[in-house]
């Protein structure tokens, strides 16, 4: 049976500027069969089911390009710190002694509650344990890009580099065949990762077809580092070791010479943009509109909930715009609809779903988001698209569906208990606290 999901404005974010006032999205088995004028789907489609959104702005299902979700347990743990203090003196020794399956399975689980109220339909992942990571997801009902971590340190999931890729490898064989599930291997970063693993990820990406998600040139500390161990800044290295493609998504890249910005346009890298991140560690401002205007595909993530602390697209989508103007001291730079198609359809090509998500397409899959633009603090509204970034939150998100299935209605998770899941987040902080 169809679904109709009729909306104040559709908002398809393919072509970018489109927004289609009073039309409808009639849903099949999981995917967008049309989009059409209200009125037309009426009379074409009398005996569908309706949802019927008069205030509400339907878009694409938004897609954080990075998080480690998981670390939602250690949301606020070590706040205030610089990024390499962080790491190494809270997180990592935490990680040591806490991290295992259920550590993951419960953490993801919460991040897959928080994104998915907040309009997130798809994230893109890097943790340990990323088999426990898609079950999660799988929970949830939440389209997932589960990253393969390698590093070369041990840890309570792997002994060192070759075991990782292995696990992870093993992980992707076995649920490939998940509809929501797609993957990436996941090198955490140039200072955690040797040249001889780095070889050997290009060639399982290449051989296996599968992106290449990597932290890259976060920090100034970052680079000084490459210079005195490698000789080269990390990119250049990258490019030495050949990671370099259309398969790389660059996390963070904020410490950007412009010949490297170039070399990303030329080898058609991606980058993941994490504003909230990058200035709460105080890594800096990343030359977003640089890189825009060099035709660099840039999405947007969160990073993780330690780090951010919010897993709020929406409040990315913002921060993006208003940095990118005050940095390049542009009020034009970003756009409204060039960062919502930051959020949806810039995501999925980075990812290589875009066949599948991104944008509200007939073939693509129902993943839609809807937004209600009808509150006080909204109106009035001359202009969707601006409202989306520059004024709207998460809080407006009532409705969610991924493939069709509706995973929040007004507001509510349908698949996921939320006093529980705050129980299991209770529970996992006394353990930390404990084990401290």
Known sequence: MEHAVEARWVIPADPQEAVLPDHCVIVADGRIREVLPTNEARSRYR????????????IPGLINLHTHAAMTLMRGLADDRALMDWLQNHIWPVETRMVSPDFVYDGTLIACAEMLRGGVTCFNDMYFFPESAAQAALTAGMRAAIGMIVVEFRSPYA???ADYLNKGIAV????RDEPLLSFCIAPHAPFTVSDATFRRVATYAGELDLPVHVHLHETADEIRDSLATHGLRPIHRL????LLGPNLIAVHGVHLAEDEIALLAEHGCHVAHCPS????????IAPVARLSERGVNVGLGTDGAASNNRLDVFAEMRLAALLAKGASGEPTALPAHAVLGMATLNAARALEIDDRVGSLTAGKCADMTAVNLGAPELSPVYDPVSHLVY????EHVTHVWVNGELLVNEGRLTRLDAD?????????????KNRD
């Open 47 to 58: 005996g569908a089911r309706r949802t019927q959104l008069p205030h509400h702005a339907l």
């Open 159 to 161: 002994s060192d580099a």
């Open 172 to 175: 992707r064989d076995a649920l």
């Open 239 to 242: 490019r030495t070791l050949g």
């Open 277 to 284: 991140s990058n200035l709460k560690l105080a890594s800096g």
């Open 391 to 394: 004024v709207a939150g998460r």
């Open 420 to 432: 529980a899941l705050v129980a299991k987040a209770a529970v996992w902080k006394e353990k930390i």
